[in-house]
């Protein structure tokens, strides 16, 4: 069970043949848009000739595991051809890194690219994010948990805001206390009890110069519950569209149903694609990102570029 939720989505997400969009795309790698613990974070960049000046972020992450290795070209390749500049974050991966932790680096990612747009030829303020599970879940917390910046930071790009515009993505985990039904607990637990990693939250005691594990439970569910993205819900929100399937059993529909009617009531453009009868994941998930472009090209493109 592990292995398959790691791996589900980067599995249906590969081509017949792995190839290169045959597109006019110019391809960097491992660019570094952060630091931390003697380490570098890195994206992948595929910026397409005549681009149409918006850009997606795509969160490489299944069971908050993130490699540079998953970066499938086939997956952006929808959004190329519509004129989007892609941007592959590979987050800080489980099992050293926790969720609270990958979430900073998502963070920091939106801020690069925003402190970074004129040398992408993209614009600050039209910015979509996607992603599948693990990646799904993270695309919305950065829709509806994005940060101003911090205006006092050292480093500039800190100063900026980490917010999204528009949000697409695959059966995402939106409420790990309240998981396929009320008060079921998947915080590592119950159906997400093979991912223990992302969950083992700690704190930095100064006494010891260490991290320590946290084991009051009050205070792990409160972390659980900051980690939720159905806990970030408000008006001001980015429109949010979700696909899952009505068979899935390792992020039961109910995760995506209840998001959608929270967004929904809150007023914000939200919609929920039902795939009848698939599970995690299914053979033809890259076709159904053509609706994830057209999903960015409502809410993305200028009026002048429809």
């Known amino acids: 069970m592990r292995r398959f939720f790691i791996l589900a989505f980067l599995v249906v997400a590969a081509p017949v043949a792995a190839q290169e969009p045959k597109l006019t795309v110019k391809h960097t790698k491992d660019v570094i848009y952060g630091r931390k613990f003697g380490t570098v974070l890195t994206m992948d960049v595929f910026a397409p000739v005549n681009g149409n000046g918006a850009a997606v972020i795509w969160c490489v992450s299944g069971g908050w595991f993130s490699s540079h290795a998953a970066i499938n070209p086939a997956y952006p390749a929808p959004f190329l051809k519509r004129g989007y500049t892609v941007f592959a974050v590979v987050h800080g991966s489980q099992p050293k890194f926790t969720i609270p932790e990958i979430l900073q680096d998502m963070h920091r990612a939106t801020r690069y690219i925003r402190a970074h747009a004129k040398d992408y030829k993209v614009d600050p303020e ?33 100063r900026l805001s980490s917010r999204v515009q528009a949000v697409a993505c695959f059966y995402p985990p939106t409420d790990f206390l309240n998981y396929g039904k009320p008060g079921e607990d998947a915080l590592g637990r119950g159906v997400l009890a093979g991912f223990k990693a992302p969950f083992m939250f700690s704190e930095y005691d100064k006494s010891t110069n260490s991290f320590v594990l946290i084991t009051d439970e009050e205070r792990f569910k409160d972390i659980g519950r900051k980690i939720a993205p159905i ?12 696909m899952h399937g009505d068979a899935d059993r390792l ?48 809410h993305l493109k200028k009026s002048d570029q429809e």
């Open 251 to 298: 992020v039961p529909i109910q995760q995506a149903e209840i998001l959608i009617a929270k967004l929904k009531e809150a007023g914000v453009p939200a919609e929920l694609a039902v795939k009848k009868g698939a599970g995690h994941g299914w053979p033809n998930l890259l076709q159904d990102l053509e609706r994830f472009a057209d999903w960015f090209d409502r």
């Open 231 to 242: 806990n970030h819900v408000s008006k001001d929100d980015p429109p949010t569209l979700i």
């Open 126 to 158: 039209r910015i979509g994010i996607t992603g599948g599970s693990a990646g799904g879940h993270l695309s919305l917390m950065q829709g509806l948990a994005g940060r101003m910046g911090d205006a006092g930071a050292k480093d500039p790009v800190d």
